[in-house]
């Protein structure tokens, strides 16, 4: 096949995706793509999600059919320059066409998972990627390595991606000791030392913002950047009522509502989000997990961290992401921060609902010197 | 007390008698293994308990049976089932799911039953038939009829409140019925020397104020003997007999079963103890029987089950119109 | 970490980890090790179907085999639960249950009331349901109706592995008796499974699917049937949305009524025989407290009033399968006035 055809693939988003389907086509054949445009609408039994073209050409052809169950890693469609000719994206359209039909596709290779021993805590993590540069996501509060599913894939063209759980998420270890930032920035510490990466650029969400920047106070010379999503230990205000509610909801009726202030589109709240992170709420040690940090981010129902000295004292690039319309850790927050970029429609999950807006940011500030 | 029998033949059998009871041992150790057989190649559904081994017990004890008198039976039930007469074509055809069964299919190796045959079922409910047997025993004692009741059951089954309830009743009734306990060793994987809180479970015959017998199960001899003792006291009105037979069953406690709690007692029982070897080397010895007239019982039998699987596995299965029939006689 | 495993190991592992984390949880019943008194391997068994193999290594003398008497080990089993274990008996197979029911019914269920609000009763017994495997009439019932049917039992009937574990041990912490009932035909069913120890709640619905044209409600092993009557509808149109109760007493009302309140439509699928099941109980619920929102009359899919047949050409129609299923949705669907 020419070079210059280019396929775009059903991606993995999260480790347990096999299969998923387009439910609409955002771009016709014919339009002129740039890289990071949104191609299709993609849904899987899990998650919904924007693919974006990871190339630049016109789409030639769509292969998928909306509706059709695609398997990870199947060509949905072709994306070439104008000038390549019609016959070439024909041939190549027909055994797209009929690698789909037959199953036969290659199963495309997702995130590795492993886990490293940190004082006594074993912290899991997911890695996708080869880059030579080392990227690290950190999740905020109740989230985990799988939010960063839209962001990842993305990072992982060009850098090598981790993804962890913090001490009382996802699958690492739910004792968190005090809860303090400390113990958290040392599980980041402790991955990079473990997987011996000498120096990453670190990338945190909401409580994840105010741990990546204690590690780097903590151990400046392991760090290379900073992006901030949304982060804690900023600012004067904090949405506790939110953060109560998470942490004492006992069911999915009751968790439900909560998460309504997470995002800007409340259509983000799925019943399966609400599942999934009950779910994780019924792990044993997971309650006392909450309570401890829920100490560590609450002073009474104002912000009890402070990082902005501790970001002071670091002398490396550093990108802000916030989303505006933000009610956990409102925008508002970000004023005394500088370069913060703005996203419009975004609320907390910034990263899951305008992940390109954070996936341009890593790629900018990592790329600065 | 318990009574161990000796082997002496009090009840003369003549050679047709012996024949008689040869062709049902034989026919139940040839079904057996041909059952064991089939069910490797995945062709028979379910669970399926085998008897091979036990025979004598069966067969020791219903040839003194005619048609007034009923059985109760086992999960390991196609002996009892062959040892009173239950057609072992239609045995086969319901083992294997055919409309043309002892129950139509519906019932399977676990449920064969031939009520016109005296025959009250297989039962998949360890200790289920103990009590039914109360009860037929108790329906003969009120007719007058001279029949018994027998409720064939395993060591572990002789531990389940069914059975201890059901002996205290019949000896308080003073019914004519016979409760065979079959020790052949494990309930399961569970030992009897583990699970009967009893040197013997006849020793508990005492506590319920009837005689208990311990009889060697591989010898039809014995078995006959004890059970034409206890079954002529019963239709004279003299109350509830406890029999313990003792022996090994030779197939695992389910086909599939791996066995690893036991150790090699099968092909020492199989070679020395067998109660069709023994049975052929004594009626040969004393001349009652020859050995041709053995031989030929063996072939015929080796024919019937043939047949029984070819005609079996030809058979039509029930259909969707057999689902909601029988379930009550009218509603 | 979530790892893909059985039903049965899912049981297996949540049985252990409750047996690590608390002294008091004990486990017996009919060769849940195996090999007692016998010349050959310990823990011969692990259960007749292996749910409980190894544990009896693991924790000496807190596996106890019994003798085939399980009116008077069950009872044991709730006596104990009385004064401080946390047994968790093995009613092998739930047909079984006509030899016990007395400690289960009139003993363990109503301790709580009857002594005026003093008694715990901490105790699981588990035991297996359903037809497929051509058990037939006594090896093969769905009778989760019937403790359900008792007020002061707590009856579980989980539909998945993931499910297995987190009401497994859910169900050894609650200190009401338990009835948790597994379906033989799905032990080696396999799904993700936290490594974690993990509960779930009791009367808490899973919602299995979402859909707007339909409700169905299934229980047990019919929650996989509905999922594949479910592809089948989405193909030609029409979403289902599944609800698993998960625990049939208590059961989450709330999240039934709310689906028909959205659908309008509800479909009952349930392995037990037709009268007065799960699929009627929750149907009456409906008609009373959700009447006008339905758009259609209720239908029903159950086994029929028969006992389970042994032949397979009738147990294959005695099962609710996912044509029926997708039938019933259907007719639920296309019904007009
Ligand atoms: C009430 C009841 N409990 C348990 C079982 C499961 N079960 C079937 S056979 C069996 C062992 C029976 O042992 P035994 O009575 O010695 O008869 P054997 O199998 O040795 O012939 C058990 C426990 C059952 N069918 N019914
Ligand atoms: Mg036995």
Known sequence: MNDAIRKVVMPKWGLSMTSGKVTEWIASEGDEIADGDDLAEIDTDKIAGALESADE????????????????????????????????????????????????????????TGSVEVEGRTICFAALGEGEETVVLVHGYGGDKNSWLFVQEPLSQSHTVYALDLPGHGESTKDVGDGSLDVLAGAVLGLLAERGIERAHLVGHSLGGAVVVAAAAREPARVASLTLVAPAGFGSRINAGYLRGFAEARSRRELKPHLAALFADPGQVTRQLADDLMRYKRLDGVDKALGALLGTLLDGDEPALDVAPLLSEVDVPVAVVWGRRDA?????????????????????????????????????????? | MTDTLSTAVSHELDGNALLDAYRTMRTIRAFEERVHAEFATGEIPGFV???????????????????????????????????????????????????????????????????????????????????????TALAAKQKGTGGVGVAFFGDGASNQGTTLEALNLASVWQLPAIFVAENNGYAEATSSTWSVAADNIADRAAGFGMPGVIVDGFDFFAVHEAAAEAIQRAREGGGPTLIEVKFTRYFGHFEGDQQTYRADEVANAREHLDCLKRFRTRV?????????????VDAQVTDLIDAAVE????????????????????? | MARTISYREALNEALAQEMERDESVIVLGEDNAGGAGSPGEDDAWGGVLGVTKGLYHRFPGRVLDTPISESAFVGAAIGAATSGLRPVAELMFIDFMGVCFDQIFNQAAKFRYMFGGKAK???????????????????SQALYPIFTHIPGLKVVVPSSPYEAKGLMIQSIRDDDPVIFCEHKAMYDVTGEVPEDSYTIPFGEAGVVRDGDDVTIVAIGRMVSVAEEA?????????????????????????????????TGRLVV?????????????????VAKEAFGSLRAPIEMVTAPHTPVPFSDALEDLYIPDAQRVANAVKTVVEWKR
């Not at chain 2, 040969?284 to 030929?296: I, M, N, R, S």
């Not at chain 3, 099941?277 to 009456?284: C, G, H, M, P, R």
């Open chain 2, 284 to 296: 040969t010895e004393t001349g009652q029987v020859e050995a041709a007239q053995l031989d030929a």
């Open chain 3, 269 to 285: 699928v349930d392995e037990a025989t037709p009268r007065c099941n799960l699929a009627t109980d929750i149907s009456a619920l």
């Open chain 3, 121 to 139: 009763t901490p105790v699981v017994i588990r035991t297996m349901y359903g037809a497929g495997l051509r058990a037939a009439a006594q090896h």
């Open chain 2, 49 to 135: 308990h085998l008897y091979a081994g036990e025979e004598a017990s069966a067969t020791g004890v219903c040839v003194h049976l005619d048609d007034r008198d009923a059985i109760a039976s086992t999960h390991r039930g196609h002996g009892h089932c062959i040892a009173k007469g239950v057609d072992v074509k239609a045995m086969m055809a319901e083992i294997y799911g055919r409309r043309t069964g002892s129950c139509h299919g519906k019932g399977g190796s676990m449920h064969i039953a031939d009520l016109s045959k005296g025959m009250l079922g297989a039962n998949g409910i360890v200790g289920g038939g103990p009590p039914l047997i109360c009860g």
């Open chain 1, 328 to 369: 956990v850790l409102p925008a508002t927050n970000g004023e005394g921060l500088d370069d913060v970029e703005y996203v419009e429609q975004a609320g907390h999950m910034v990263h899951l609902e305008q992940p390109n807006a954070v996936v341009a940011a890593v790629n900018a500030v990592t790329n600065r010197r």
């Open chain 3, 230 to 262: 479910a592809k089948q509808l989405a193909d030609s149109g029409v979403e289902a949305e599944i609800i698993d109760p998960r625990t049939t007493s208590p059961l989450d009302t709330e999240t039934i009524l709310e689906s028909v309140e959205n």
């Open chain 2, 311 to 331: 005609e079996a596995k030809a058979a039509p299965k029930p259909t969707a119109a057999d689902l909601e029939t029988d379930v009550y006689i009218e509603y």
């Open chain 1, 57 to 112: 050409g016109v789409l030639r052809r769509i292969i998928a059919q909306v509706g059709e169950d695609v398997p990870v890693g199947a060509t949905l469609a072709l994306i070439a320059p104008a000038d390549v000719p019609d016959a070439e994206l024909d041939e190549a359209a027909l055994l797209a066409r009929e690698e789909l039909d037959s199953g036969a596709v290659a199963e495309v290779a997702g995130p590795v």
